[in-house]
């Protein structure tokens, strides 16, 4: 009977110790999703995890409740062990709402033509931005080891479209300055980057579209 009631223990312990070490393995698989560059022979693009929306969560919320989020994006080129920027993209803002009463987003991008998108679902919302997020390689050796990331906040208290209507003015300067402060409680930020280094000469050439999702 000793040894039997010892044998549970052991059970139990394991069984306790494989439990809790599912979550890490979990999030370790997760920290090690493949993230590729897409490369179209003169601009850069990260395939991003298929799960990945950004319209969720907090961001969502706010939408569905008749407000306006402006989602900020930039890429940046890094060298010498992801230590570097040599380059990083404007930032691209996104000005989104949604149509309460048919669930449809509008989105506003003031650098793109033509800036406005309008009934479309969340996930055409996501992919027409995802599908504007880019770097140009102009200037960039062909040769050198390369990191890319990709970076995503909100910034709902300083909300852009309070002068997105003014095509007079100009926001790079304010869209920086909105990009650069710190993320507060209320705002959401992803950040992606390429884990392994790659050469712009070794990456295959294709065609953008719906390609910045792993598949």
């Not at 569905?64 to 989602?71: A, E, I, L, Y």
């Not at 506003?108 to 919302?125: E, H």
């Not at 930020?189 to 392994?196: L, P």
């Amino acid at each position: 009977m000793a040894h039997q009631a010892r044998d549970n223990r052991i059970s139990r312990r394991s069984w306790l110790v494989t439990g809790l070490a599912l979550p890490l393995f979990r999030a370790r698989a997760a920290e090690e999703t493949p993230l590729r560059p897409v490369f179209d022979g003169d601009n850069l693009q990260l395939k991003l995890p298929l799960n990945f929306h950004f319209l969720s969560g907090k961001p969502l919320e706010r939408l569905n409740g008749g407000n306006t989020v402006s989602f900020l994006a930039r890429m940046s080129l890094l060298t010498d062990d992801k230590h570097t920027i040599i380059k990083e993209s404007p930032v691209q803002p996104f000005i989104l709402s949604m149509d309460i009463w048919d669930r449809t987003f509008k989105v506003t991008a003031p650098n793109l033509m033509p800036r406005d998108r309008t009934g479309l679902t969340a996930p055409q919302a996501e992919s027409w931005c995802l599908e504007n997020i880019y770097i140009s390689t102009t200037s960039v050796p062909q040769d050198r080891p390369l990191w890319l990331q990709w970076t995503m906040k909100t910034r709902h208290q300083d909300d852009l479209s309070q002068v997105i209507g003014d095509r007079g003015i100009s926001l790079s300067n304010l869209v920086v300055e909105y990009f650069s402060r710190k993320t507060g409680v209320n705002d959401a930020e992803w950040t992606y980057q390429t884990s392994h280094s790659f050469r712009l000469q070794d990456l295959p050439r294709m065609l953008f579209g719906r390609s910045n999702r792993l598949g």
